[in-house]
Nanobody, 124 residues
Framework: VQLQASGGGLVQAGGSLRLSCAAS????????MGWFRQVPGKEREFVAV????????YYADSVKGRFTISRDNAKNMVFLQMNSLKPEDTAVYYC??????????????????WGQGTQVTVSS
């Protein structure tokens, strides 16, 4: 299964972007689909995840109230609506999929499938 992320770009602070991620296999149904981000020299950081069962969402504190994750199970897609963007949101954003339990959703090592990354740049 391959994940294809899109939607990154350059935006001014305070602006919005919407990221999309599509799975290549229509029968793929992971328990968790989410987004991580990474800047050079730092570890990949958890951003948000949405669980297939019940659609519960979880966010990093740094993006709560500004980012919204959603999922289209029928199309095997996950989205990240990013509002009120800040320069510190600048990173490569990766979509991810896996089946870890709730306690492990924030750890990148618990995701088996990754998209190729899409660059988000927020200018001040």
């Amino acid at each position: 299964v391959q994940l294809q992320a899109s939607g990154g770009g350059l935006v001014q602070a305070g602006g919005s972007l919407r990221l999309s991620c599509a799975a290549s296999d229509s029968t793929f149904s992971p328990g968790n689909m989410g987004w991580f981000r990474q800047v050079p020299g730092k570890e990949r950081e958890f951003v948000a995840v949405i669980r297939r069962s019940g659609g519960r969402t979880y966010y990093a504190d740094s993006v709560k109230g500004r980012f919204t994750i959603s999922r289209d199970n029928a199309k095997n897609m996950v989205f990240l609506q990013m509002n009120s963007l800040k320069p510190e949101d600048t990173a490569v954003y990766y979509c991810a999929a896996g089946n870890t339990v709730l306690s492990g959703i924030g750890l990148s090592r618990n995701y088996n499938y990754w998209g190729q990354g899409t660059q988000v740049t927020v200018s001040s």
